[in-house]
């Protein structure tokens, strides 16, 4: 899908929920964003989806007695298999539409951490269920549909450079 259709099809989702963003009705995740730093070269890390089979970054719903920085860990170790160092700060936000199993669909503002990956495991929770790669920061960002996760990982290199 280009980027252009991808964009519109982001958007598109957004519309049908903008009604429930505006009455609050939101449900929240917590998300990482990886990526192995090599000098001047930065990769990140996009797995897909189980349902659809779309390029995302590790998500999901809080826990219990977790703060969202640590959630973002965990996630980024069970679906990808990555163990590293997590920002407690949030690198950003984003908003999509999230489609549940019983057809509905919810808007899900997810909180976004920086994890510096220092290892890979070749055995993880959902190996198998997903496909795990590496791309640069523009390859990646040209691969997810959410627009303002785009942005974020097109803003990784510039932050990564200025700490």
Same mark, same amino acid.
């Given at each position: 899908? $280009?980027?252009?259709?991808?964009?519109?099809?982001?958007?598109? #989702?957004?519309?049908?929920?903008?009604?429930?963003?505006?009455?609050?009705?939101?449900?929240?995740?917590? !998300?990482?964003?990886?990526? %192995? #730093?090599?000098?001047?070269?930065?990769?990140?890390?996009?797995?897909?989806?189980?349902?659809?089979? %779309?390029?995302?970054?590790?998500?999901?719903?809080?826990?219990?007695? /977790?703060?969202?920085?640590?959630?973002?860990?965990?996630? !980024?170790?069970?679906?990808?298999?990555?163990?590293?160092?997590?920002?407690? /700060?949030?690198? =950003?936000?984003?908003?999509?539409? /999230?489609?549940?199993?019983?057809?509905?669909?919810?808007?899900?503002?997810?909180?976004?951490?920086?994890?510096?990956?220092?290892?890979?495991?070749? #055995?993880?929770?959902?190996? =198998?269920?997903?496909?795990?790669?590496?791309?640069?920061?523009?390859?990646?960002? $040209?691969?997810? /549909?959410?627009?303002?996760?785009? $942005?974020?990982? %097109?803003?990784?290199?510039?932050?990564?450079?200025?700490?």
């Amino acid at each position: 899908m $280009s980027d252009e259709r991808l964009y519109r099809s982001a958007f598109a #989702d957004l519309v049908t929920v903008t009604g429930q963003i505006l009455r609050g009705d939101c449900i929240t995740q917590y !998300a990482a964003i990886c990526v %192995r #730093d090599h000098g001047d070269d930065v990769d990140i890390l996009l797995i897909t989806s189980r349902d659809t089979g %779309r390029w995302v970054i590790p998500k999901g719903w809080g826990m219990r007695n /977790k703060k969202a920085h640590q959630v973002a860990r965990r996630e !980024a170790w069970e679906e990808a298999g990555v163990i590293g160092k997590v920002k407690k /700060k949030p690198f =950003g936000f984003y908003t999509y539409a /999230k489609r549940l199993r019983g057809g509905g669909i919810v808007p899900a503002i997810v909180q976004v951490h920086l994890l510096h990956v220092h290892e890979t495991r070749a #055995d993880f929770p959902e190996l =198998g269920q997903r496909v795990v790669r590496w791309f640069n920061p523009s390859e990646a960002a $040209s691969l997810v /549909k959410e627009p303002e996760l785009r $942005s974020m990982v %097109r803003q990784v290199p510039a932050y990564l450079n200025h700490r």
